[in-house]
Protein backbone atom coordinates (compact mmCIF):
# COMPACT_ATOMS: atom_id res chain seq x y z
CA UNK A 1 0.00 0.00 0.00
CA UNK A 2 1.23 3.56 -1.21
CA UNK A 3 0.38 6.49 0.81
CA UNK A 4 0.55 9.71 -1.28
CA UNK A 5 0.71 12.26 2.22
CA UNK A 6 3.58 14.53 1.23
CA UNK A 7 4.30 17.24 -0.78
CA UNK A 8 1.70 18.76 -3.77
CA UNK A 9 -0.49 15.44 -2.73
CA UNK A 10 -1.33 16.79 0.79
CA UNK A 11 -4.80 17.62 1.71
CA UNK A 12 -3.66 21.19 2.84
CA UNK A 13 -1.82 21.80 -0.63
CA UNK A 14 -4.79 20.42 -2.73
CA UNK A 15 -7.42 22.56 -0.57
CA UNK A 16 -4.99 25.62 -1.33
CA UNK A 17 -4.77 24.91 -4.72
CA UNK A 18 -8.80 25.05 -4.80
CA UNK A 19 -9.25 27.83 -3.17
CA UNK A 20 -6.53 30.02 -4.67
CA UNK A 21 -8.36 29.09 -8.01
CA UNK A 22 -11.39 30.35 -6.94
CA UNK A 23 -10.44 33.56 -4.68
CA UNK A 24 -8.18 34.96 -6.63
CA UNK A 25 -10.23 35.48 -9.91
CA UNK A 26 -13.56 36.81 -7.59
CA UNK A 27 -10.87 38.95 -5.49
CA UNK A 28 -9.60 40.51 -9.26
CA UNK A 29 -12.97 40.70 -10.73
CA UNK A 30 -15.06 42.15 -8.00
CA UNK A 31 -13.08 44.00 -5.47
CA UNK A 32 -14.48 47.74 -6.37
CA UNK A 33 -18.13 45.82 -6.27
CA UNK A 34 -17.01 44.60 -2.73
CA UNK A 35 -15.55 48.58 -1.71
CA UNK A 36 -18.96 49.55 -3.57
CA UNK A 37 -21.38 46.68 -1.68
CA UNK A 38 -19.55 47.51 1.90
CA UNK A 39 -20.05 51.27 1.50
CA UNK A 40 -23.46 51.43 -0.18
CA UNK A 41 -25.31 48.85 2.04
CA UNK A 42 -27.15 50.39 4.73
CA UNK A 43 -29.02 46.82 5.56
CA UNK A 44 -25.51 45.48 7.22
CA UNK A 45 -26.57 42.12 5.44
CA UNK A 46 -23.27 42.01 2.82
CA UNK A 47 -21.23 41.80 6.42
CA UNK A 48 -23.70 39.30 7.78
CA UNK A 49 -22.44 37.52 4.64
CA UNK A 50 -18.78 37.85 4.89
CA UNK A 51 -18.60 37.12 8.20
CA UNK A 52 -20.55 34.11 7.51
CA UNK A 53 -18.24 33.02 5.27
CA UNK A 54 -15.36 33.83 6.90
CA UNK A 55 -16.32 31.55 9.81
CA UNK A 56 -17.39 28.58 7.05
CA UNK A 57 -13.54 29.52 5.28
CA UNK A 58 -11.63 28.51 8.66
CA UNK A 59 -13.94 25.75 9.07
CA UNK A 60 -13.07 24.38 6.29
CA UNK A 61 -9.41 24.96 6.35
CA UNK A 62 -8.97 23.73 9.99
CA UNK A 63 -10.64 20.31 8.25
CA UNK A 64 -8.25 20.08 5.66
CA UNK A 65 -5.27 20.77 8.24
CA UNK A 66 -6.57 18.22 10.33
CA UNK A 67 -6.84 15.08 7.68
CA UNK A 68 -3.16 16.56 6.43
CA UNK A 69 -2.07 15.56 10.42
CA UNK A 70 -4.28 12.19 10.17
CA UNK A 71 -2.49 10.81 6.98
CA UNK A 72 0.96 11.60 8.69
CA UNK A 73 -0.11 9.40 11.49
CA UNK A 74 -1.27 6.69 9.34
CA UNK A 75 1.38 6.55 7.52
CA UNK A 76 3.83 6.17 10.85
CA UNK A 77 1.46 3.25 11.80
CA UNK A 78 1.59 1.38 8.14
CA UNK A 79 5.53 1.71 8.43
CA UNK A 80 6.15 0.80 12.24
CA UNK A 81 3.05 -1.03 13.43
CA UNK A 82 3.09 0.52 16.64
CA UNK A 83 -0.13 2.36 18.21
CA UNK A 84 0.39 5.32 20.70
CA UNK A 85 -2.82 4.78 22.37
CA UNK A 86 -3.03 8.48 24.35
CA UNK A 87 -3.57 9.94 21.37
CA UNK A 88 -6.80 9.97 19.07
CA UNK A 89 -7.89 10.30 15.51
CA UNK A 90 -6.84 7.34 13.75
CA UNK A 91 -4.53 5.91 16.71
CA UNK A 92 -7.56 5.40 18.70
CA UNK A 93 -9.53 3.43 15.44
CA UNK A 94 -6.83 1.50 15.59
CA UNK A 95 -5.56 0.76 18.78
CA UNK A 96 -9.77 0.13 19.87
CA UNK A 97 -9.11 -3.05 16.78
CA UNK A 98 -5.57 -4.14 18.23
CA UNK A 99 -7.19 -3.75 22.10
CA UNK A 100 -9.97 -6.26 21.57
CA UNK A 101 -8.01 -8.92 19.55
CA UNK A 102 -5.44 -8.66 22.46
CA UNK A 103 -8.85 -9.54 24.46
CA UNK A 104 -9.64 -12.60 22.25
CA UNK A 105 -12.60 -10.98 20.54
CA UNK A 106 -13.52 -11.02 16.98
CA UNK A 107 -13.42 -7.41 15.02
CA UNK A 108 -15.51 -5.92 12.63
CA UNK A 109 -13.05 -2.98 11.37
CA UNK A 110 -15.15 -2.04 8.45
CA UNK A 111 -18.04 -1.02 11.08
CA UNK A 112 -15.13 0.78 13.46
CA UNK A 113 -14.10 2.64 10.32
CA UNK A 114 -17.73 3.77 9.67
CA UNK A 115 -18.46 4.89 13.12
CA UNK A 116 -14.81 7.09 12.75
CA UNK A 117 -15.81 8.17 9.68
CA UNK A 118 -19.62 9.36 10.73
CA UNK A 119 -17.91 11.98 13.09
CA UNK A 120 -15.48 13.36 11.07
CA UNK A 121 -18.28 13.58 8.21
CA UNK A 122 -20.23 15.53 10.35
CA UNK A 123 -17.46 18.64 10.48
CA UNK A 124 -17.32 18.35 6.98
CA UNK A 125 -21.61 19.23 6.39
CA UNK A 126 -21.14 21.75 8.69
CA UNK A 127 -19.22 24.00 5.93
CA UNK A 128 -21.85 22.61 3.69
CA UNK A 129 -24.31 23.97 5.31
CA UNK A 130 -22.63 27.10 6.05
CA UNK A 131 -22.55 27.56 2.12
CA UNK A 132 -26.20 27.31 1.79
CA UNK A 133 -27.10 29.39 4.37
CA UNK A 134 -24.55 32.00 2.59
CA UNK A 135 -27.18 31.41 -0.20
CA UNK A 136 -30.04 31.75 1.76
CA UNK A 137 -29.36 35.33 3.14
CA UNK A 138 -27.97 36.72 -0.36
CA UNK A 139 -31.49 35.98 -1.40
CA UNK A 140 -33.14 37.34 1.82
CA UNK A 141 -30.72 40.27 1.37
CA UNK A 142 -32.45 40.36 -2.07
CA UNK A 143 -35.74 40.89 -0.37
CA UNK A 144 -34.84 43.29 1.71
CA UNK A 145 -33.32 45.35 -1.27
CA UNK A 146 -36.70 45.46 -3.00
CA UNK A 147 -38.19 46.66 0.42
CA UNK A 148 -35.87 49.68 0.25
CA UNK A 149 -36.36 50.27 -3.08
CA UNK A 150 -40.51 50.06 -2.97
CA UNK A 151 -39.98 52.28 -0.25
CA UNK A 152 -37.44 54.51 -1.91
CA UNK A 153 -40.07 54.74 -5.04
CA UNK A 154 -42.76 56.00 -2.71
CA UNK A 155 -40.95 58.31 -1.06
CA UNK A 156 -40.41 60.06 -4.82
CA UNK A 157 -43.70 59.46 -5.61
CA UNK A 158 -44.85 61.12 -2.62
CA UNK A 159 -42.67 64.30 -2.87
CA UNK A 160 -43.07 64.56 -6.96
CA UNK A 161 -43.41 68.37 -7.29
CA UNK A 162 -43.79 69.39 -4.13
CA UNK A 163 -40.26 68.76 -2.95
CA UNK A 164 -37.14 68.64 -4.75
CA UNK A 165 -34.73 67.34 -2.12
CA UNK A 166 -37.28 64.83 -0.65
CA UNK A 167 -36.73 63.49 -4.22
CA UNK A 168 -33.49 63.25 -4.61
CA UNK A 169 -33.23 61.30 -0.91
CA UNK A 170 -36.29 58.50 -2.25
CA UNK A 171 -34.54 58.48 -5.60
CA UNK A 172 -30.89 57.47 -3.20
CA UNK A 173 -32.71 55.04 -1.14
CA UNK A 174 -34.44 53.38 -4.17
CA UNK A 175 -30.81 53.07 -5.84
CA UNK A 176 -29.57 51.51 -2.85
CA UNK A 177 -32.28 49.06 -1.93
CA UNK A 178 -31.48 48.18 -5.63
CA UNK A 179 -27.83 47.88 -4.62
CA UNK A 180 -28.35 46.04 -1.57
CA UNK A 181 -30.35 43.53 -3.72
CA UNK A 182 -27.98 42.97 -6.30
CA UNK A 183 -24.92 42.86 -4.21
CA UNK A 184 -26.76 40.12 -1.33
CA UNK A 185 -28.03 38.11 -4.11
CA UNK A 186 -24.05 38.52 -5.73
CA UNK A 187 -22.01 37.59 -2.67
CA UNK A 188 -24.11 35.10 -1.26
CA UNK A 189 -24.27 33.14 -4.52
CA UNK A 190 -20.92 33.77 -4.89
CA UNK A 191 -19.20 33.25 -1.88
CA UNK A 192 -21.52 30.42 -0.61
CA UNK A 193 -22.91 28.88 -3.54
CA UNK A 194 -19.25 29.01 -5.08
CA UNK A 195 -16.21 28.69 -3.42
CA UNK A 196 -17.39 27.49 0.10
CA UNK A 197 -19.19 24.71 -2.20
CA UNK A 198 -16.34 24.01 -3.68
CA UNK A 199 -13.94 23.85 -0.55
CA UNK A 200 -16.44 21.51 1.33
CA UNK A 201 -16.10 19.17 -1.85
CA UNK A 202 -12.14 19.00 -1.70
CA UNK A 203 -12.67 18.27 2.28
CA UNK A 204 -15.10 15.58 1.52
CA UNK A 205 -13.37 14.39 -1.29
CA UNK A 206 -9.98 14.20 1.46
CA UNK A 207 -11.72 12.48 4.02
CA UNK A 208 -13.11 9.82 1.87
CA UNK A 209 -9.54 9.04 0.38
CA UNK A 210 -8.28 9.03 4.06
CA UNK A 211 -11.26 6.45 4.71
CA UNK A 212 -10.65 4.58 1.49
CA UNK A 213 -6.77 4.00 3.21
CA UNK A 214 -7.36 3.47 6.48
CA UNK A 215 -9.82 0.27 5.46
CA UNK A 216 -6.82 -0.73 3.04
CA UNK A 217 -4.62 -1.03 6.25
CA UNK A 218 -7.06 -2.40 8.33
CA UNK A 219 -7.72 -5.01 5.56
CA UNK A 220 -3.81 -5.71 5.04
CA UNK A 221 -3.24 -5.53 9.17
CA UNK A 222 -6.11 -5.87 11.27
CA UNK A 223 -8.23 -8.20 9.42
CA UNK A 224 -5.55 -11.12 9.04
CA UNK A 225 -5.22 -11.09 12.90
CA UNK A 226 -9.00 -11.14 13.56
CA UNK A 227 -9.45 -14.07 11.22
CA UNK A 228 -6.72 -15.91 12.10
CA UNK A 229 -8.33 -15.30 16.09
CA UNK A 230 -11.10 -16.63 14.84
CA UNK A 231 -9.89 -19.73 13.01
CA UNK A 232 -7.62 -20.34 16.19
CA UNK A 233 -11.48 -20.06 18.33
CA UNK A 234 -12.80 -22.33 15.61
CA UNK A 235 -10.08 -25.13 16.26
CA UNK A 236 -10.39 -24.68 19.96
CA UNK A 237 -13.95 -24.93 19.81
CA UNK A 238 -13.55 -28.11 17.67
CA UNK A 239 -11.13 -29.95 19.99
CA UNK A 240 -13.35 -28.92 22.66
CA UNK A 241 -16.38 -30.61 21.19
CA UNK A 242 -14.26 -33.78 20.49
CA UNK A 243 -12.78 -34.04 23.51
CA UNK A 244 -16.64 -33.49 24.66
CA UNK A 245 -17.65 -36.74 22.51
CA UNK A 246 -14.80 -38.83 23.41
CA UNK A 247 -16.06 -38.55 27.17
CA UNK A 248 -19.84 -39.00 26.04
CA UNK A 249 -18.39 -42.39 24.13
CA UNK A 250 -16.04 -43.39 27.20
CA UNK A 251 -19.13 -42.73 29.62
CA UNK A 252 -21.08 -44.58 27.44
CA UNK A 253 -18.99 -47.83 27.48
CA UNK A 254 -18.67 -47.71 31.19
CA UNK A 255 -22.52 -47.46 31.44
CA UNK A 256 -23.13 -50.47 29.30
CA UNK A 257 -19.99 -52.18 31.07
CA UNK A 258 -21.40 -51.63 34.45
CA UNK A 259 -25.06 -52.66 32.96
CA UNK A 260 -23.72 -55.96 32.39
CA UNK A 261 -22.05 -56.57 35.27
CA UNK A 262 -25.38 -55.86 37.09
CA UNK A 263 -27.01 -58.30 34.84
CA UNK A 264 -24.64 -61.16 35.68
CA UNK A 265 -24.33 -60.32 38.91
CA UNK A 266 -28.40 -60.78 39.45
CA UNK A 267 -28.62 -63.95 37.85
CA UNK A 268 -25.75 -65.23 40.39
CA UNK A 269 -27.94 -63.86 43.17
CA UNK A 270 -31.16 -65.05 41.70
CA UNK A 271 -29.25 -68.56 41.19
CA UNK A 272 -27.82 -68.83 44.60
CA UNK A 273 -31.30 -67.17 46.28
CA UNK A 274 -33.17 -70.33 44.81
CA UNK A 275 -30.31 -72.75 45.90
CA UNK A 276 -31.00 -71.50 48.81
CA UNK A 277 -34.87 -71.51 48.87
CA UNK A 278 -34.89 -74.95 47.36
CA UNK A 279 -32.30 -76.34 50.39
CA UNK A 280 -34.45 -75.00 52.88
CA UNK A 281 -37.28 -76.06 51.41
CA UNK A 282 -36.26 -79.52 51.27
CA UNK A 283 -34.75 -79.38 55.02
CA UNK A 284 -37.96 -77.95 56.24
CA UNK A 285 -40.11 -80.96 54.23
CA UNK A 286 -38.08 -83.25 56.10
CA UNK A 287 -37.97 -82.02 59.51
CA UNK A 288 -41.60 -81.50 59.36
CA UNK A 289 -41.86 -84.93 57.98
CA UNK A 290 -40.23 -86.39 60.79
CA UNK A 291 -41.51 -84.46 63.46
CA UNK A 292 -45.23 -85.37 62.50
CA UNK A 293 -44.04 -88.90 61.81
CA UNK A 294 -42.78 -89.27 65.16
CA UNK A 295 -46.09 -87.36 66.78
CA UNK A 296 -48.21 -90.32 64.47
CA UNK A 297 -46.03 -93.07 65.85
CA UNK A 298 -47.08 -91.37 69.46
CA UNK A 299 -50.75 -91.39 69.39
CA UNK A 300 -50.63 -94.67 67.27
CA UNK A 301 -49.34 -96.04 70.38
CA UNK A 302 -50.87 -94.19 72.63
CA UNK A 303 -54.69 -95.31 70.89
CA UNK A 304 -53.38 -98.66 71.08
CA UNK A 305 -52.85 -98.45 74.81
CA UNK A 306 -56.24 -97.19 75.48
CA UNK A 307 -58.19 -98.35 72.57
CA UNK A 308 -59.97 -100.89 75.11
CA UNK A 309 -60.80 -98.43 77.28
CA UNK A 310 -63.27 -95.14 77.11
CA UNK A 311 -64.96 -94.31 73.83
CA UNK A 312 -64.73 -91.08 74.59
CA UNK A 313 -61.47 -90.85 74.66
CA UNK A 314 -61.43 -92.99 72.09
CA UNK A 315 -63.40 -90.07 70.29
CA UNK A 316 -61.55 -87.59 71.61
CA UNK A 317 -58.48 -89.34 70.02
CA UNK A 318 -60.09 -89.57 66.71
CA UNK A 319 -60.52 -86.05 66.76
CA UNK A 320 -56.38 -85.46 67.26
CA UNK A 321 -55.94 -87.53 64.73
CA UNK A 322 -57.84 -86.09 61.89
CA UNK A 323 -55.92 -82.91 62.87
CA UNK A 324 -52.77 -84.14 62.90
CA UNK A 325 -53.60 -85.71 59.73
CA UNK A 326 -55.14 -82.04 58.12
CA UNK A 327 -52.08 -80.72 59.41
CA UNK A 328 -50.05 -82.68 57.95
CA UNK A 329 -51.72 -82.17 54.62
CA UNK A 330 -51.91 -78.30 55.06
CA UNK A 331 -47.80 -78.66 55.34
CA UNK A 332 -47.22 -80.43 52.52
CA UNK A 333 -49.49 -78.51 50.79
CA UNK A 334 -47.18 -75.47 52.40
CA UNK A 335 -44.20 -77.23 50.90
CA UNK A 336 -45.22 -77.58 47.62
CA UNK A 337 -46.59 -73.80 47.38
CA UNK A 338 -43.15 -72.20 48.53
CA UNK A 339 -41.56 -72.94 45.09
CA UNK A 340 -41.94 -68.95 44.27
CA UNK A 341 -40.67 -68.21 47.44
CA UNK A 342 -37.91 -65.29 46.18
CA UNK A 343 -40.88 -62.48 46.39
CA UNK A 344 -43.42 -64.18 49.06
CA UNK A 345 -41.47 -66.64 51.67
CA UNK A 346 -44.71 -66.97 54.21
CA UNK A 347 -47.96 -66.36 52.23
CA UNK A 348 -51.52 -67.74 53.43
CA UNK A 349 -50.72 -71.05 53.94
CA UNK A 350 -48.77 -70.96 56.35
CA UNK A 351 -50.95 -69.15 58.17
CA UNK A 352 -53.56 -71.89 57.75
CA UNK A 353 -50.54 -74.69 58.98
CA UNK A 354 -49.97 -72.58 62.02
CA UNK A 355 -53.22 -72.53 62.82
CA UNK A 356 -54.07 -76.69 62.47
CA UNK A 357 -51.29 -77.21 64.53
CA UNK A 358 -52.88 -74.42 67.41
CA UNK A 359 -56.02 -76.63 67.18
CA UNK A 360 -53.96 -80.18 67.40
CA UNK A 361 -51.87 -78.62 70.26
CA UNK A 362 -55.44 -77.59 72.10
CA UNK A 363 -56.28 -81.11 71.44
CA UNK A 364 -53.64 -82.51 72.95
CA UNK A 365 -54.10 -80.39 75.51
CA UNK A 366 -57.68 -81.55 76.18
CA UNK A 367 -56.78 -85.36 76.00
CA UNK A 368 -54.11 -85.14 78.64
CA UNK A 369 -56.51 -83.01 81.08
CA UNK A 370 -59.37 -85.73 80.17
CA UNK A 371 -56.73 -88.40 81.06
CA UNK A 372 -55.78 -86.81 84.33
CA UNK A 373 -59.47 -87.17 85.27
CA UNK A 374 -60.59 -90.62 84.15
CA UNK A 375 -60.08 -92.79 87.44
CA UNK A 376 -57.51 -95.30 86.90
CA UNK A 377 -59.14 -98.94 86.68
CA UNK A 378 -58.13 -101.23 89.75
CA UNK A 379 -55.96 -103.71 89.24
CA UNK A 380 -58.68 -106.82 89.12
CA UNK A 381 -60.15 -105.05 86.51
CA UNK A 382 -56.88 -105.25 84.81
CA UNK A 383 -56.77 -109.28 85.08
Not at 24 to 35: G, T
Not at 214 to 221: H, K, Q
Not at 227 to 253: C, F, I, P, W, Y
Not at 270 to 284: G, H, P, S, Y
Request: proline share 2%; hydrophobic share 40%; with cysteine.
Amino acid sequence: MNFNVSGKNTPLFRWLVVCIALLVPFLLISWKYIQGALGADESGITYIIFIIFLYGFISSIWISIYIGKEYQELKKIRDSRNINKEKKGVHKLFGQACSSIEEGSQVDFETLLTAYSAKRAGKIRSVGATASILITVGLLGTIIGLILTIDGISSVLGAAGENYSDMVEGLNNTVQGMGTAFYTTLFGGLLGGVILKALSIENEKAINNFTADCLELGELWIMPMSRALASKAASNLQNEVLGLMNTLRNLSDNISKTSETIEQNKVIMDRQFANLVTEAKVEMSQNLKEGLNEMTQGFDEIVRTIEVGHDPIKQKMSELSDAIGNAASATTDAVEETKNVQNKILDGRALELATKLNAAAGLIEDFIQQEKDIPKPDSNLND
